[in-house]
T-cell receptor, first 112, second 113 residues
């Protein structure tokens, strides 16, 4: 069953701790993306990767880091430098340019 | 700066009638447009797309219209069903930005019986 898996669905962390969100896809897609959704804000791009071992900052990359060591995996680390980390995080993948992106089910991160 | 705008945060339509969701964009380099549907606490699901070389694309009850001169697109749902109630996001991409998607803020559609 092909798709994108994000884990965990809910995550709680104490302020000041780094946390890594997992994203795995078995669609053989080259491109992967991380978005953040806040109420009334739509989806804002954090980082994206067009190919293994390469990634670019999106619109709100500050306080986040990513890696793309394998085609199937694109983990996102929310660092303590991110001022407002509590949000709904969405991972997506696509075959490439001008194709639809497929989304995972999201991870709700709450920092207390 | 919001390059894709959905100026109506909500829309309420009676079951069986047409729902029209609107989207405007500012970047003339956008050449591919998509609509996504999203339920709370879930990821968006792809609905329909249109390339800039077309002005209409139809898929069942869903039709997307593109007016390049006005930098405007719309999603028509006919007939609307209660299960269509969700947030709808408009998105756009351009070859020059390697296909990354720019999203609007979404429109909450409510279809009542």
């Amino acid at each position: 069953d092909g798709g994108i898996t994000q884990s965990p669905k809910y995550l709680f962390r104490k302020e000041g701790q780094n946390v890594t969100l997992s994203c795995e896809q078995n669609l053989n897609h080259d491109a992967m993306y991380w978005y953040r959704q806040d109420p009334g804000q739509g989806l804002r791009l954090i980082y994206y990767s067009q190919i293994v071992n390469d990634f670019q900052k999106g619109d709100i990359a500050e306080g986040y880091s990513v890696s793309r060591e394998k085609k199937e995996s694109f983990p996102l680390t929310v660092t303590s430098a991110q001022k407002n980390p509590t949000a709904f995080y969405l991972c997506a993948s696509s075959e490439g340019m001008n194709t639809e992106a497929f989304f995972g089910q999201g991870t709700r991160l709450t920092v207390v | 700066d919001q390059q894709v705008k959905q100026n109506s945060p909500s829309l309420s339509v009676q079951e069986g009638r047409i729902s029209i969701l609107n989207c405007d964009y500012t970047n003339s380099m956008f050449d591919y447009f998509l609509w996504y549907k999203k339920y709370p606490a879930e990821g968006p699901t792809f609905l329909i797309s249109i390339s800039s070389i077309k002005d209409k694309n139809e898929d069942g009850r869903f039709t997307v219209f593109l007016n390049k001169s006005a930098k405007h697109l719309s999603l028509h749902i006919v007939p609307s069903q209660p299960g269509d109630s969700a947030v709808y996001f408009c998105a756009a991409s351009a070859m020059m930005t390697l296909g990354r998607l720019y999203f609007g803020r979404g429109t909450q559609l409510t279809v009542w019986p």
